[in-house]
C-alpha cells in the first residue's frame, strides 16, 4: 500500500500560504483537573486545587474541577472528535492523586487504567498521546507536610514519576515533567491566586528550586525506565518581557522580571546553574541555602525538547506612582507574585485583548523563539499551549462562530512559521485548548476550548476555529489570511 503524500510535490503554491515542515506536530492540549471531573472516583484523593476550590472566594463563582467537563466519562467522545479534526498529538496531563493518591506508596491500577484506556484509544486513532506528569494537581498530603517549599516533594514526584512511567511508558513516547513551574511556585506560594494559595515570598522561591529538582529527578526516572526512544521535556511559560522604554530604571525592571520568571528555571534546567543577578535581587529575602551540594547537576538533565507556552507578551516599567500595576494578569492579588520585584509596574501592552485582558501580540512569540535559539542553539522547541479565550456562546442555528480565535491562532501560527524560516527548530504546536475547561482562577468563566461544552449536559460543539485548524493540521498549510471564520 502506498501512503498518498499530504501535499503532492504537483499542488500549486498558492501565493502567501505558509507551508509548515513534512513531520510537523499538530495537536491540542488539555490538563487532568481542567477537564476531568470524577474528583473522588477510583480512590482520587483531593489536590490542592481541590482544597482551593471548595474554599469560598478563591475561584470566580465558586467554581470547582469537581464535575468540570466530565472528561473523566466521556473520554472516548473526546478521542472522537480528535480524530474527526484530524490532529496528529494530544497533550494531556495525569492527575497525581488519581493514580497514587496521597502521594505515596504503589500506584492505583484503576487510575492508570484510565490513562492506559486513553492512550490506548488515541494511538488507535493515529494520535500520538504527550503525557505532562505534573499540570499543578499535587496531592493535598503533600502539601500538608510542606508542598514544594518543602524538599522531600521533589522526591515524592520522582517516584511517582517511576511509577507513571512503568504503567505507560510501553504506550506514551513523549513525557513533559511540569508545566509552567513559575506558576506552581509563584502564583501558588507569593500571590496566592492559584492553589495553594501561600503568599510567603521565600516559600515562593523554595517551591521554585524544589521543582527544579523534582523536575531533574525525574528526568533521570523516566530515563531509567522508559524506552530509548522516548523523549522527554519540560514545558515553561516562558515570559516575553518588554521594557516600556529604553530607559536604564525601565531595563533593569525587565532584567529583574526576565531573571524571575525565565532564568530561574533556564538557569538551572538547561546551564546547570542559577544566575547571578537573580541571587542578588533577591538577597535581602533570602540566602538560597536550601540549594544543596549536587541539586544544580541532578537539575541540569539533557532534554529532547523544551516545551514552551505563550499567550502575550510582558510589559515592565520601573514603577513611577503612575499607571501599571502590581500584577501580569493572573489574577488580582494584593500580594507580588514577583519576590523582591515590589518597585517593577506591570502594564497592558497596546492593540486588541482577549476576554482574559490579555494582549493579542504575535510578535511577541515570534521574538520568544528567536531568543531561545540564540540562547540554546541545539534545543528542538515545541509549542506545548498557545491560544485564547472569548466570550463564545451557541447561536440559535447551532453553530459556535469565532472569527477572533481564528483570527488570534492565524497571527501566532505565522509567528511560529516565521521563526522557522529564520531556523528556529520549531517541532509542533498544541493548541490550548482542546475543550472549554476549568480556567483556575476564574473558573468556568473563561472559554478557550476549539470545542464548546455546554456544562449543565456536557454537549460539545465544535467551534469555527476547530474546523479552521483541523484544515490546516490535515495540509501543513496555513492560509496568507485568517478568513471570516464560518
Ligand atoms: C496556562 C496553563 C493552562 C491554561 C492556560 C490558559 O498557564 O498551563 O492550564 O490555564 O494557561
Request: hydrophobic share 40%; with cysteine.
Amino acid at each position: 500500500m502506498t501512503i498518498a503524500p499530504r501535499r503532492p510535490a504537483t499542488a500549486p503554491q498558492t501565493p502567501g500560504v505558509r507551508h509548515f515542515p513534512p513531520g510537523f506536530t499538530w495537536g491540542t492540549a488539555t490538563a487532568a483537573y481542567q477537564i476531568e471531573g470524577a474528583a473522588s472516583a477510583g480512590g482520587r484523593t483531593p489536590s490542592i486545587w481541590d482544597t482551593y476550590a471548595h474554599t469560598p472566594g478563591r475561584v470566580r463563582n465558586g467554581d470547582t474541577g469537581d464535575v468540570a467537563t466530565d472528561h473523566y466519562h466521556r473520554w472516548r467522545e473526546d478521542v472522537e472528535i480528535m480524530a474527526d479534526l484530524g490532529v496528529s498529538a494530544y497533550r494531556f496531563s495525569i492527575a497525581w492523586p488519581r493514580v497514587q493518591p496521597t502521594g505515596r506508596g504503589p500506584a492505583v491500577e484503576r487510575g492508570l487504567d484510565f490513562y492506559r484506556a486513553l492512550t490506548d484509544a488515541l494511538l488507535e486513532k493515529g494520535i500520538e498521546p504527550v503525557a505532562t506528569l505534573y499540570h499543578w494537581d499535587l496531592p493535598q498530603e503533600l502539601e500538608d507536610v510542606g508542598g514544594w517549599p518543602g524538599r522531600s516533594t521533589a522526591g515524592r514526584f520522582a517516584d511517582y514519576a517511576t511509577l507513571a512511567a512503568r504503567a505507560l511508558g510501553d504506550r506514551v513516547k513523549t513525557w513533559i515533567t511540569l508545566n509552567e513551574p513559575w506558576c506552581s511556585a509563584f502564583l501558588g506560594y507569593a500571590s496566592g491566586v492559584h492553589a495553594p494559595g501561600r503568599t510567603e515570598p521565600v516559600a515562593a522561591l523554595r517551591a521554585a528550586h524544589h521543582l527544579n529538582l523534582a523536575h531533574g529527578m525525574a528526568v533521570q526516572a523516566l530515563r531509567a525506565e522508559l524506552p530509548a526512544r522516548a523523549e522527554v521535556a519540560v514545558t515553561l511559560n516562558i515570559h516575553h518581557v518588554r521594557a516600556r522604554t529604553e530607559s536604564a530604571e525601565d531595563l533593569d525592571a525587565a532584567r529583574r522580571i526576565d531573571a524571575l520568571a525565565n532564568r530561574v528555571f533556564t538557569g538551572p534546567l538547561l546551564e546547570g546553574k542559577y544566575p547571578a543577578d537573580l541571587l542578588e535581587d533577591t538577597r535581602t529575602l533570602t540566602d538560597w541555602s536550601f540549594v544543596q551540594d549536587g541539586d544544580l547537576a541532578t537539575i541540569h538533565q539533557p532534554l529532547d525538547f523544551l516545551g514552551v507556552n505563550y499567550y502575550t507578551p510582558t510589559l515592565v516599567s520601573a514603577a513611577t506612582g503612575e499607571g501599571g500595576h502590581g500584577s501580569d494578569g493572573h489574577g488580582a492579588s494584593e500580594h507580588s507574585p514577583w519576590p523582591g520585584a515590589g518597585h517593577v509596574a506591570f502594564h497592558r501592552p497596546p492593540g486588541d485583548t482577549t476576554a482574559m485582558g490579555w494582549a493579542v501580540d504575535p510578535s511577541g512569540l515570534y521574538d520568544l523563539l528567536l531568543r531561545l535559539k540564540a540562547d540554546q542553539p541545539d534545543l528542538p522547541l515545541m509549542i506545548t499551549e498557545n491560544g485564547a479565550a472569548f466570550d463564545d456562546y451557541v447561536n440559535p442555528e447551532g453553530e459556535v462562530v469565532d472569527p477572533e480565535r481564528i483570527a488570534y491562532l492565524h497571527g501566532h501560527l505565522t509567528a511560529v512559521h516565521r521563526a522557522i524560516e529564520a531556523g528556529v527548530d520549531v517541532r509542533g504546536y498544541f493548541l490550548w485548548s482542546l475543550l472549554d475547561n476549568f480556567e483556575w482562577g476564574y473558573g468556568y468563566s473563561k472559554r478557550f476550548g476549539a470545542v464548546h461544552v455546554d456544562y449543565p449536559t456536557g454537549t460539545r460543539t465544535p467551534k469555527s476555529s476547530a474546523r479552521w485548524y483541523a484544515e490546516v493540521a490535515r495540509t501543513g498549510a496555513l492560509p496568507a489570511e485568517a478568513g471570516p471564520g464560518r
